[in-house]
Each structure stands twice: as C-alpha cells, then as structure tokens.
C-alpha cells in the first residue's frame, strides 16, 4: 500500500498505454458532449478539425483511468479536491494511444485533517508521438502511514 | 444555433436538473475512475464519502451534459482550451439531482481566428439542497453567426 510518505517532491514517473477508439469518443460524446465533431464522423470532416476529436473530459477520464491503474489502485487515496487547471493542447483522435507523465510538484500534510496528506502533481497526457495533448495541475488526498498504524487519531 | 454575438456578459442562465444514475456512477467509473468509493456503498463505507458517490470526472461530465444541450438551441463551440479552478467542493451521491449555473464572465473576438470569439464562463454544478459540489471556469470557442462555414 502506497501513503502519503511515499511520494517525493521532484519525482518522474511515466506509465499507461490506451487505445483510443471512434466507438469510444462517438460513446461519451453522445453521452455527455454531443458536438458534432464528437459524434459524427462525417459531420467532423467540415470541422476546424477536419475529423472526429475526442471530448476534453474523455482525455481527462483516460487519463483517471491510467492514474488509477497504474497509481491509485495500490494507494490509500482518499479522493482529490480538484486541478487548478486542465489544459487540452492538441486534439485526440481514434487511432491514438495516449499515456501519462507524472510530476510530484510539492507535498504538505493537512492541518485540518493530519491523518491525510496533499499531493500536488503536474499531469501530462501524452500521445504515441510524445506530443503533449493535455495537461492537468491536480491535487490528490492520501493516508499517512503513521495515521493508519494508529499512530495519529 | 447560439453563437458568440448571442451571449452577452454577467449572462447568467441555469440549465437541468439531470437525475444521478447509481447504474451509470458505476458503469462510468468501472471505466474511468475504478476506485472502490466509486464502485459500491460497502466499498464507500469507511471513506470521506460514506457511499457510493460519482467519480469527479463523471460530474463534469454530467455538467457538460447540461452546458451542451440544455439551451435552446445547439452552441455554435469550436471547443474549448481548458478549464480552472476546477474545485469537487461535495461528494454527489445517486439519485441526487444536478444543475448547472453558468454565467458568461468575460467575452473577446479571437485575434488569430476572425471567425469565432471565446466566452469565459463561471460554472456551478449545484444539488436539490442549492449546495454547490463542483465548479471551475472554462473557456468556450464560439463561432461568429456570419461565418457561414458552420451555418
């Protein structure tokens, strides 16, 4: 189990692989962002994209997703408060296979809550090429160690 | 369709209510945000949330839902460069009922893209007891009404 104690200012890790398919973008953009560059392959053609793009929030939720996988799954998260910002900087499109580059910018204990403690990351999605499509400045809550072990009530 | 010249500053309008699903909290974070306070109550149970609640990313989702298809007519968006300030302020649990209150802060033609303006909007996602549980700004790139390539 990963805590809090176990991340570390300045560190770099890079993980995830996913396939994004048409299916999948046509899927969540009739679901819940329904452009016409989302869901309709040809209507896309006569968009400033000249085809089908991806849902900003679809890249955000693939993103979660290799987060979780590969980060959160073996930690003791306790949710996130939010992202000062996400920034989409290139389009994603059916065919690409996109993954995660992970920066620990800075970490703190909470004072309200010392048995959870903040960790700030710089998020970069990244695609096959290794270009940067989008970029998340988010927070996550985690366990201390010592707080599970009873050491803090 | 909405286009930049149709929405004007302080515009504040609210759109919804969208009913939480427990079916789609779980179909989506099964998907994208597989973790157990997402999944069901008895993971819930010991955690912040208490019980099932959705996946942050599903409730912007679901907000988008509301900002894309709750006016009118359809927005003439080109997209958008990113959001700020995106704040999950309350957990949203199933069976909650979601509205979103958007208000146009600031509007500006495109320097580079004479055919579209961006509109900066202030988003609310607020709950039936009137709690806000998520917010953040974003900005919107809306075609112009006389450019007839999206008409």
Sequence with gaps: ?153 | MIHYEDLEIDQCDTFGTITVDADEVVEFARRYDPQRFHLSDEGARDTYFGRLAASGWHTAAMTMKLMMTGREAQLASLGSPGLEDLRWRRPVYPEDLLRARVTVTDKRLSRSRPEMGLVHFRVETINQDDVVVMSFTTVSMLARRDNQALA
């Design chain 1, 1 to 153: 189990m990963r805590y809090w104690e176990d991340f570390e200012t300045g560190a770099v890790a890079c993980y995830g692989a996913y396939h994004v398919t048409e299916d999948e973008i046509v899927t969540f953009g009739r679901a819940y962002d329904p452009l016409p560059f989302h869901i309709d392959p040809e209507a896309a053609k006569a968009s400033p994209y000249g085809r089908l793009t991806a849902p900003g929030l679809l890249i955000c939720a693939i993103f979660m997703r290799m987060l979780v996988d590969n980060v959160l799954a073996d930690a003791a998260s306790m949710g996130s408060p939010g992202c000062d910002a996400v920034t989409w900087r290139l389009p994603v499109c059916a065919g690409d296979t996109l993954s995660v580059r992970q920066e620990t910018l800075s970490m703190r204990v909470l004072e309200s809550r010392p048995e959870l403690g903040l960790v700030s990351n710089r998020f970069q999605v990244l695609n096959q090429t290794g270009e940067i499509v989008c970029e998340i400045m988010s927070k996550g809550l985690f366990g201390r160690r010592e707080a599970s072990a009873g050491a803090v009530s």
